[in-house]
């Protein structure tokens, strides 16, 4: 429940009302005078739970503690969700072995923090004849981190480019 579109106290305009007491006991349908009586007795709020419900659900609560509580809620999901991103490792068919390891290490860092990589195949002048060697090249990469990642697809051309593209396992 989002605390934006709830309504509140003299917003309700809805009578009768299904109504739940501050400690969650269901005091049952009342007419909306007799809730905002209670509600002010307890110095408390009317915060309507289940608007589409017939009759309405409104519960007796702190406001206040409650949206609180929400964006607490809120702030606490958005710390834990992680944002996978895709991260690009560009290669060439000509490439030296120590330079292919270099990259695999980059790539294996990538997909421990659990991102995307996009390996592209950069095919320059009459390079993109012999496109089995880029393949070849491709081919053993992910061979090199089969532990850490699976392939999406099939490796797939894009005018002088090919791409492999890779996820982490447990992602």
């Given at each position: 429940m989002s605390t934006k579109n709830v309504r509140v106290n003299q917003q309700i305009r809805i009578s009768p009302i299904r109504l739940i007491d501050s400690d969650g006991?269901?005091?049952?349908?009342?007419?909306?005078?007799?809730?905002r009586k209670?509600?002010?007795?307890?110095?408390?709020?009317?915060?309507?739970?289940?608007?589409?419900?017939?009759?309405?659900?409104?519960?007796?609560?702190?406001?206040?503690?409650f949206?609180?509580?929400?964006?607490?809620?809120?702030?606490?999901?958005?710390?834990?969700?992680?944002?996978?991103?895709?991260?690009?490792?560009?290669?060439?068919?000509?490439?030296?072995?120590?330079d292919l390891q270099f990259k695999l290490r980059h790539?294996?860092?990538?997909?421990?923090?659990?991102?995307?990589?996009?390996?592209?195949?950069?095919?320059?002048?009459?390079?993109v004849v012999h496109k089995e060697l880029g393949e070849e090249v491709l081919k053993r990469f992910q061979d090199e981190?089969?532990?850490?990642?699976?392939q999406e697809g099939e490796i797939k051309m894009e005018g002088r480019n090919m791409i492999l593209l890779l996820s982490p396992k447990n992602a």
């Amino acid at each position: 429940m989002s605390t934006k579109n709830v309504r509140v106290n003299q917003q309700i305009r809805i009578s009768p009302i299904r109504l739940i007491d501050s400690d969650g006991a269901q005091v049952g349908v009342v007419p909306l005078e007799e809730a905002r009586k209670l509600a002010e007795e307890r110095e408390l709020d009317l915060v309507e739970v289940a608007p589409t419900a017939r009759p309405p659900v409104v519960r007796i609560m702190d406001y206040g503690k409650f949206k609180y509580r929400e964006s607490k809620k809120a702030r606490d999901a958005k710390k834990r969700q992680h944002v996978i991103q895709m991260k690009e490792i560009k290669l060439r068919s000509k490439i030296d072995e120590h330079d292919l390891q270099f990259k695999l290490r980059h790539a294996r860092k990538f997909l421990e923090k659990h991102n995307k990589v996009k390996v592209t195949m950069v095919f320059r002048g009459r390079e993109v004849v012999h496109k089995e060697l880029g393949e070849e090249v491709l081919k053993r990469f992910q061979d090199e981190v089969v532990d850490l990642a699976t392939q999406e697809g099939e490796i797939k051309m894009e005018g002088r480019n090919m791409i492999l593209l890779l996820s982490p396992k447990n992602a």
